[in-house]
T-cell receptor
Framework: AQKITQTQPGMFVQEKEAVTLDCTYD???????LFWYKQPSSGEMIFLIY??????QNATEGRYSLNFQKARKSANLVISASQLGDSAMYFC???????????FGKGTLLTVNP | DGGITQSPKYLFRKEGQNVTLSCEQN?????MYWYRQDPGQGLRLIYY???????QKGDIAEGYSVSREKKESFPLTVTSAQKNPTAFYLC???????????FGDGTRLSIL
């Protein structure tokens, strides 16, 4: 079975500091994609960053970067220079190349303190 | 602007009643998905459709039904067989390739 594990139910970070949100995954597929989504308290799911299983370089999008370690099956999200607006739930998800089904972790609630 | 529209934003269901949640997209995506989110939890897949007139059960399809008569529309019916329907429902769409899914703003369903 495909599985996503986020071991940090909650994280706190000071404004302007960097924070790493952990994600490990389990799949037997060779082709898959890893995604991070942000969900503010209003509920919408905002796509942040994507890493393909065959990508050799770690993905970056502005202040977001994905630390992809394929052998360890981990895909941690790094947010640099945290802002108050970064306070939200963050979900790691994996999409299988064999059926395009997206599996989500349980999420990490990030709180940015001023 | 292209996007996904879910309606209504809030919905209340009486005991024994079926209710239908609407999802429309104008992104020209082939694939559409329905997810359920319970408080403090991740999203779980209810149904998905990769092409018109075809759909597959996800991980928690019992008590739900869908149709896909048009590419743009993928309505979800929560039937009376779903004994615990109170949740946040999210619709998404994408092309059937490994790429991000785009989400609507969700519908919050509660029991009266």
């Amino acid at each position: 079975a495909q599985k996503i594990t986020q071991t940090q139910p909650g994280m706190f970070v000071q404004e302007k500091e960097a924070v790493t949100l952990d994600c490990t995954y389990d799949t037997s597929d060779q082709s898959y994609g890893l995604f991070w989504y942000k969900q503010p308290s209003s509920g919408e799911m905002i796509f942040l960053i994507y890493q393909g299983s065959y990508d050799e370089q770690n993905a970056t999008e502005g202040r977001y970067s994905l630390n992809f370690q394929k052998a360890r099956k981990s895909a941690n999200l790094v947010i640099s220079a945290s802002q108050l607006g970064d306070s939200a739930m963050y979900f790691c998800a994996m999409l299988r190349g064999s059926n395009y089904k997206l599996t989500f972790g349980k999420g990490t609630l990030l709180t940015v303190n001023p | 602007d292209g996007g996904i529209t879910q309606s209504p934003k809030y919905l209340f269901r009486k005991e024994g009643q079926n209710v239908t949640l609407s999802c429309e997209q104008n992104l020209n995506h082939d694939a559409m998905y329905w997810y359920r989110q319970d408080p403090g939890q991740g999203l779980r897949l209810i149904y998905y459709s990769q092409i018109v007139n075809d759909f597959q059960k996800g991980d928690i399809a019992e008590g739900y039904s869908v149709s896909r008569e048009k590419k743009e529309s993928f309505p979800l019916t929560v039937t009376s067989a779903q004994k615990n329907p109170t949740a946040f429902y999210l619709c998404a769409s994408s092309m059937p390739v490994v790429q991000p899914q785009h989400f609507g703003d969700g519908t919050r369903l509660s029991i009266l």
